[in-house]
């Protein structure tokens, strides 16, 4: 290659990286700029994706002591529901 290209490749890439060190510094100086907001729990964070959807975020079921289902006693949630290691025994 012709060394007069040469010299005008490098300096167009030192250029370059010069044009992108000054876009970087005002991106820095920018964030510093803005007002931190404080992070979002993520249980807001969810509710604030499903509000869109109509969904909304329910507790979790608690257990109601002295309620069972069948004969055996399980919780009346189980009601005849067994694992597949239970089926085999």
Known sequence: MHPYLM????TDRIR???RQ?????WVKESRRARPRRPARPARELVAAA????GLRRVPPAQETAGRTGT???QPA???RRQ???NRAA
Do not use: F, K, V
């Open 16 to 18: 370059d990286w010069q």
């Open 7 to 10: 010299q005008t490749m490098s």
């Open 83 to 85: 694992s597949a290691g």
């Open 50 to 53: 499903l509000a869109p959807l």
């Open 77 to 79: 949630a189980a009601d």
């Open 21 to 25: 060190a000054e876009q970087d510094r």
């Open 71 to 73: 004969a055996e006693g």
